[in-house]
């Protein structure tokens, strides 16, 4: 009788917080949609892309970004660049590019122990930019220098890199890559669009930022840090605390109230059957609720469960009443 007065006045206490928590819960839901669709809306107006400069990113600066995004993410890096750079027709249907050149590049890096730290503490941001072709949509000439093609000019350029960065195993891998890379420089728009799809697939904001604002740092319009800052919290994953505390909150108010209508459902039979007496006058009956006892007669098999029911194997015989 205690257990059950308890129960019920557990269940009468939490009927208008349960209330007041599921109000609360769908008031940070809607809240919390609100805040995705705004998220949505500044990512497919590009501001992370115009945080982190992509646009102002030189073709060779580009190139260098994805040489140090790829290594940063290993063999699948490497690889996962080459599938986008073919996938694009104004690269992969203009320059040969061998999958294997950027394989073996991929695994000397592994082999050698070349981790994302070593790839930002061992180069010389501004080499390229004086080794590498002139900058901008096109280099002269379509690209070839005027005693060879692009891969000569790209060669040379990777050579004074190498060199301004003291051929450290971390850059040299870099610069191996970069090599590969170099010939595709006029292909400016593509360029910056399979940059934006790396990072995007491989979530390296830190990683491009850090790259950019590097390259940028000497131009008329360095990167914001403040920019920056709110390009890396969009671009990381959505988690709305507030909401979820809200949802959390009701939930655990919902099994207390279960948890007490389970109490009641269990006692309030034994309280009707006290209040018409079944127990005995002195509830001498009492310790025989919710027991169940069994005789088999050969292969009859007999149940009686007190104040419930009577059953010959699986079938009804009676109800207590």
């Not at 750079?85 to 695994?107: K, R, T």
């Not at 070349?114 to 280099?139: F, I, K, V, W, Y």
Request: proline share 5%.
């Amino acid at each position: 009788a205690i257990r059950l007065g308890e129960g019920r006045a557990e269940l009468a206490a939490h009927t208008p917080l349960i209330e007041n928590l599921r109000s609360a819960a769908e008031s940070a839901s809607a809240a919390e949609a609100a805040e995705m669709d705004s998220r949505r809306a500044r990512l497919a107006s590009g501001e992370v892309d115009r945080a982190l400069g992509i646009d102002r990113l030189e073709p060779n600066m580009v190139l260098r970004a994805l040489a140090r995004l790829a290594l940063a993410g290993g063999i699948e890096g490497v690889d996962r660049l080459y599938d986008m750079l073919v996938a694009q027709p104004e690269i992969g249907g203009a320059v040969d590019l061998d999958a294997a050149d950027f394989l073996d590049i991929a695994i000397r890096a592994r082999d050698g122990g070349t981790g994302a730290s070593e790839l930002q503490t061992s180069r010389n941001p501004d080499a390229l930019s004086s080794a590498a072709p002139p900058q901008g949509d096109a280099a002269p000439n379509g690209g070839r220098s005027e005693t060879g093609d692009s891969s000569a000019s790209g060669s040379q350029a990777a050579s004074a890199y190498a060199e301004s960065c003291g051929l450290s195993s971390g850059c040299s891998h870099e610069v191996e890559l970069l090599s590969l890379l170099l010939p595709l420089s006029p292909a400016a728009a593509p360029l910056r669009a399979v940059l934006r799809a790396y990072y995007t697939a491989t979530s390296q904001v830190a990683e491009l930022a850090q790259a950019a604002r590097e390259m940028l740092a000497d131009s008329d319009s360095p990167l914001n840090d403040e920019a920056i800052a709110a390009a890396l919290h969009l671009s990381s994953p959505f988690r709305h605390a507030p909401a979820e505390d809200a949802r959390r909150a009701h939930a655990q108010a919902v099994a207390e109230v279960e948890r007490y209508r389970r109490v009641e459902a269990e006692l309030a039979p034994r309280e009707a059957e006290a209040a018409a007496g079944g127990y005995g006058a002195e509830w001498e009956w009492l310790p025989l609720h919710g027991r169940c006892f069994r005789y088999n007669e050969g292969s009859i098999r007999y149940s009686i469960c007190p104040f419930r029911h009577f059953k010959q194997d699986d079938r009804l015989v009676g109800n207590f009443v």
